[in-house]
């Protein structure tokens, strides 16, 4: 992971907690000791796994792979690719793209930006449009991106933030209570 992924994470944990409210029984927004009981502790546990839970899946699995995919868009011949082993997240292929119109592009796939795989071979041609998640490779259409699997992993991720909006909707209810 990252230390730009590292850092939205914890920011987002601490706007989430801030704005719900749900760090200040910890006292880690307050100045006042924490006062929760092991139960309001677990229950704050509980809603921090909830909400990391889909927060990274939505991160890695939906803008990291899917956004990138659907915003990768490449027509043209592979003339030349370069595989780096030694990244900091692991091998890198850089592709070296000529259009139609002679001109030529690089494209680099890195591991966890998987618009592409990072196998293709010199010389085949390569078709991808923007806003599909298929491509064509040599004419031939290549649907390589386990939806399947995406759907069920969205799906736990959807029912994580519903579990998270039912544990924090008492809160914010005792919360708009004590203000009127």
């Not at 850092?7 to 920011?11: E, F, M, N, V, Y």
């Not at 801030?18 to 760090?23: E, H, I, Q, R, S």
């Not at 991160?59 to 995919?69: A, D, E, K, M, P």
């Not at 041609?125 to 064509?136: D, H």
């Given at each position: 992971?990252s230390?730009?992924?590292t850092?939205?994470?914890?920011?987002a944990?601490l706007?989430i907690?801030?704005?719900?409210?749900?760090?200040?029984p910890?006292?880690?927004l307050s100045r006042?000791?924490?006062?929760?009981t092991g139960?309001q502790?677990?229950r704050?546990l509980?809603l921090w796994?909830l909400?990391?839970?889909p927060?990274?899946?939505f991160?890695?699995?939906?803008?990291?792979?899917?956004?990138?995919?659907l915003?990768?868009?490449?027509?043209?011949?592979i003339?030349?690719?370069q595989?780096?082993?030694?990244t900091p997240?692991?091998p890198?292929?850089?592709?070296?793209?000529?259009?139609?119109?002679?001109?030529?592009i690089?494209?680099t796939?890195?591991p966890?930006h998987?618009?592409?795989?990072?196998?293709?071979?010199?010389?085949a041609?390569?078709?991808?449009?923007?806003?599909?998640?298929?491509?064509?490779l040599?004419g031939?259409?290549?649907?390589?991106?386990?939806?399947?699997?995406?759907?069920i992993v969205?799906?736990?991720?959807?029912?994580?933030?519903?579990?998270?909006?039912i544990?924090?909707?008492p809160?914010w209810?005792?919360?708009?209570?004590?203000?009127?």
């Open positions: 992971m230390i730009t992924t850092l939205i994470i914890t920011a944990f706007l907690g801030y704005f719900t409210g749900t760090l200040r910890t006292g880690l006042t000791p924490s006062i929760s139960t502790q677990r704050l509980q796994f909400i990391a839970i927060f990274m899946v991160w890695t699995f939906g803008y990291l792979t899917i956004w990138q995919r915003e990768a868009e490449l027509e043209g011949t003339t030349a690719r595989d780096v082993p030694n997240h692991g890198t292929a850089i592709y070296e793209i000529q259009r139609s119109d002679g001109s030529l690089q494209y796939v890195a966890g998987e618009s592409l795989p990072a196998d293709m071979p010199v010389g041609r390569i078709a991808k449009q923007k806003w599909q998640l298929s491509y064509r040599n031939e259409r290549v649907d390589d991106l386990p939806l399947v699997f995406l759907a969205f799906t736990i991720a959807g029912l994580c933030l519903i579990r998270a909006a544990l924090i909707a809160g209810k005792r919360d708009i209570i004590k203000e009127t």
